[in-house]
């Protein structure tokens, strides 16, 4: 069967894990920018700070939500739940909230970040509207 290895943690390992979190809290923000695209499918959120570089995303997909269950409203408030989790721990303050798409996670997503004490300074749609449709089909020939 051969030799059976014993594996040794150093105290070298523990060090490093601490420079990795305090590498991550030393990032202070108070004021942000949170992105909200809902689709039909899915519903994905990401917190930049205001010159647009992203700091944290996630999405329904990413928490493990599946096929249908990711476009529904309860997977989006848990998206937000986890954000302003984590975003919390950033010191963040304020946010300016811009919403992409028509799915049914736009609400409740706004609704589980402030439920955890985040403040809203504004709430923007950017969802594209056409301005002259699709064509519409040609009439049919009996």
Known sequence: MGKKRVIVKSATDGEVSNKTTAKSTRRQLEHGLLYINSTY????????????????????????????????PFAAGKVGDFLAEKAQVLGLKEVDIIVKGVGAGRESSIRAFT?????????????PIPFNGPKPPKPRRV
């Open 41 to 72: 499918n899915n519903t994905m959120i990401t917190l930049t700070d205001e010159k647009g570089n992203a700091i944290l995303f996630s999405s329904s997909g990413s928490l493990g939500f599946k096929g249908a269950k990711k476009g529904t």
């Open 115 to 127: 439920s955890r004490g985040i403040g809203i300074s504004s709430i923007k749609d950017t969802t």
